[in-house]
């Protein structure tokens, strides 16, 4: 038999008990064998759900003596100081996007990691994973749009969270572009400018233009009260020509005079097989000691973006973003 | 820990080794404990990838002591003897289609388990996992077409094996449509015409018309050498609108004067969600001691209706397709 | 200036009144002239609208000395002795489809041609005019397919008109396909089998298969009740590839959950640009004298397969399409 | 009869010959009696073809005694004085954009048409004609997008003009958008920033991003070398949902491997029927006296926003647009 991945999740909201149980069901390299959550009950009833304990504290969790790596999916502001617990305990760990909430945090991480001398952190930016995108990186690194020019971006939910705000549009949502944009082209965000239709109270929709450090632009809109479904596309525009996400539907109805298919209501349907292959490719490479997907640095990065993206709105006017030199552990 | 299902897979061809490698990637459900096939080098390169063991032939590998399923993946001469002795074993079976290469196959099996008493038999039509399908049957369930009148159908490869034969059209590739139009309107299929555009040699492309016992019409375009790719389409048309399925595309390109997507070469692509789906129902179902999929008794449908395709083809006629009673193990 | 063709048209109603609407506001090389109908107030009002005069009766209309070329437009059974008139008056005539109400009747204007010596219909086979099955016949014929095998026709109506009947069906709505997909293919109709999942009463829709003299298979559904909306689609499929019509479509619209576009009512918006072009077509082939679109000929040979297609739905059975010899004037 | 505009045409170079053809072919309410150009032999060729006279120069052809109204197809610098010419001689004019190179040479045109009382200007945005821009005018006037907040613009070309300039393609090309974005919304330009990811040299492509009186904002691509072909889009997105133009295409292909349409080489397929719909609106508003289509204040306008667009692309800099009090005239 192969060797199986013992995994402790902390946090088990929505986000957290979807990997688990993706885990549980898709993932034989992995075993969930460790939940926690300050809803005792809710991770009670999830542990039993799948056959897992319930550790009293995510600092118990952690714990190299029951688990072999660690997934954060709680609340944001524990991203940071978990993740750097679990860099602390030698343990491999993927860690729910943002990375940090500011920049300080989420260069904490990177500084952490730094001290321990090897990466241990995956940052969960699920789009890398997703079949769409990585055809569409193929696409352009096989040529097929020539010399990219410029990415366009859409990111619309059908209705935000109540505690949705002006500046977690660009911070929660918006940071899924600032990760995926460099990674299509491989080339940084030099530059952001984030303008609202909407002048004040909850500033929604948000259009950004990006200046990647090749020359390319991006246009990203992200509409968070989009009303009628979830939609997230993403189009590359080369010389040579263009490549574009095509919208996922599974069957097109006519009727009433409407020919055409439903949209999703939120993002789960349309990035379930993205969240499954992001956590077998990442016990895969926790067993195989290779680290895969978004690293410490690229989310903290797309941290900082993020942080000149709130200033742009703010202030009016395009913001450029703070370059650092990229840590040789992750050249 | 919750229990794992030990399978053994018969054949380990192009389809078992997909099988296999599915269970051992994305089924914690279960475990591959054995395979077998012919070709000893080629079942042991596949253990020694998966850890298991190497069956000295099927008969060995058909063993309640060491596997709790077993799935049957070898060439279509064997589905219905293995299938029989796995049942005289006791032991669940997925088998690949068809069923039987002949009615009289598919009847034993379905012979034999009336004679066991039980349904132990799950036939590897995977179309009915494929997510396309489950949500075109459950529209049609739900009224969204109305009463239906009509499905067409359209099924193309790209190439033909060296070894596809005019009747193997039918009964190797039409057979899919054949069990998913009665799946899809609940409705068995009394009549078959079968012909082609080309008289004489490989006759390819076929076109069938069925007719249903509810009245429903349905057209089949199976295209072997359809030369452009992989193509799958089904539209349900009824008396308030149509459902079909969406051409699953992840990337559109626009180059060259052309704007487009990639046409799949051939079932893999389309289809490895269903395969994963299928086999994961499969091993919950066996745990659970529900049955999941088509039946025995569907499988066996299927072949009858294809042999009486294959004499519609080369008669030049309608045929009616023979019924029998449902046995009330199937009901 | 260039030569200016005088137009009578023969019926007001719905396409008549159409047809001289088009002529006038979109054809220079015609202008109507005189227009008759039995409702002799409808007449005077379309007359007044487009500064025409109201003839007494379609006899008095058909007349050299006031007119260069006659459209025809009146109810189905006056489109033969119309076109006789015509013929016997030397005058050029676009003649609405069917040409005949049975074959007896489309023979006659082919035998009154054959008299005269010379062609002087054209059948208002629209559907040859309209860019999509122009660009679909140039494909074909440029052997973008490589050598066809099938065509699969769609045909459906929101509702059909309150006198709709079963054999209309085939004699009124089929017949466009039955004269396009020869035209398509240049070969024809050899045999034709209709069906409907419908039983009793109005039956509708129906399928056909026809078999072609080169041996291709085309389908045809004709769903007069579709409910949804005005829907014509055509693949031609071939050894090389495929070519289809694209549903025409102004504007996509995502809303309440559901991406898609509005299916127009009726075929007055979908064949618009086709009624257009035929018209103009039909007026410079008239001044040019080089007779354009489908013959007298061709008209006779669709009512005679439209014929054979009632004795197959009535009779439960495949039908051989009666072949005569082409005259020489049509070859 | 109903009465015949008399039109001169000035320019014969590709625009002007096909505005002569298009009203020679598809617009009885209009006859061309004239036309000019600097290539004598072209335009002796064009008359002759179409049964015109040839004007001995523009200042000729603008003679109310052989021509009611004038079509302006020269070359853009004579746009804005021969307009003024047309206004002098009381004429009609329907004159190709841009109105003017710059805002003081469209402004002159604006204060001819002042000084003379009356609008005599219509400007060739024919994109105001075209059917699928005149759908989506009407969705969003309908509500069917809620309350608009983005609208994203592609346009692209395929190959660019030998002479083709990086400000051209704010005066040339983007002016379409610079036009027809305020009329889709309703709503003036205020600011506006171009880039382009290309620093030197031909700045090819630009990326616009506009801010409208009412809040909107509005993203413009234009890609004039985009190698692939012709390509214009436009979606404006609203709280309750979202409306795009359809990229047209008559036939979809399935060939070696790929799914799709081809994709037009330039405008001209594209927009044919919008320049059609343009000539007869256009005649007819002459005939009845009521002006139609883009006003020159519009044209104006659309001019002032080319030249803030040019000063921000140089300037490196968003640009608020001067703004002007709307003559009554045009109210």
Chains 1, 2, 3, 4 share one sequence.
Not at 63 to 68: F, L, N, Q, S
Not at 116 to 136: E, I
Not at 221 to 242: L, N, P, S
């Amino acid at each position: 038999m192969t060797q199986t991945l013992r995994v402790g999740v902390i946090g088990t909201g929505a986000m957290g008990a979807d990997h688990v149980r993706t885990l549980h069901r898709w993932v034989p390299a992995a075993r969930v064998v460790a939940v926690q959550d300050l809803d005792v009950a809710r991770a009670k009833h999830l542990a039993t759900e799948v056959g897992a304990e319930v550790a009293a504290s995510a600092e118990d969790l952690i714990d190299p003596a029951t688990v072999d790596a660690v997934v954060i999916a709680s609340p944001d502001p524990t991203h940071a100081p978990l993740a750097r617990a679990a860099i602390a305990a030698g343990l491999p760990v993927l860690c729910e996007k943002p990375l940090g909430t500011d920049p300080d945090e989420s260069r904490s991480v990177v500084d952490a990691e730094l001290a321990a001398g090897r990466r241990l952190v995956t940052v969960g930016f699920m789009r890398r994973f997703d079949p769409g995108y990585v055809s569409l990186k193929e696409a352009v690194a096989a040529g097929r749009v020539g010399s990219p020019r410029l990415v366009h971006n859409i990111h619309r939910n059908r209705v935000g969270h109540p505690s949705a705000t002006t500046e977690g549009i660009v911070v929660n949502s918006m940071i899924h572009e600032l990760d995926i944009v460099p990674w299509l082209l491989d080339s940084p965000i030099e530059q952001i400018e984030v303008t609202s239709p909407v002048a004040d109270g909850f500033r929604d929709p948000q259009l950004a233009v990006l200046k990647l450090a090749n020359g390319t632009l991006a246009t990203v809109e992200v509409f968070i009260e989009a009303a009628y479904g979830y939609d997230v596309r993403c189009e590359v525009v080369g010389t040579g020509g263009t490549a574009a996400l095509v919208p996922p539907a599974l069957v097109a109805h006519a009727a009433g005079g409407v020919a055409g298919a439903d949209v999703p209501p939120d993002f789960r349907p349309r990035f379930a097989d993205a969240y499954r292959l992001e956590l077998a490719a990442w016990a895969d490479s926790v067993l195989d000691g290779v680290p895969v997907g978004p690293t410490a640095w690229e989310g903290h990065r797309a941290t900082v973006v993020a942080a000149a993206g709130v200033a742009s709105l703010r202030e009016g006017r395009a913001v450029p973003v703070p370059q650092e030199p990229c840590p040789d552990l992750y050249v």
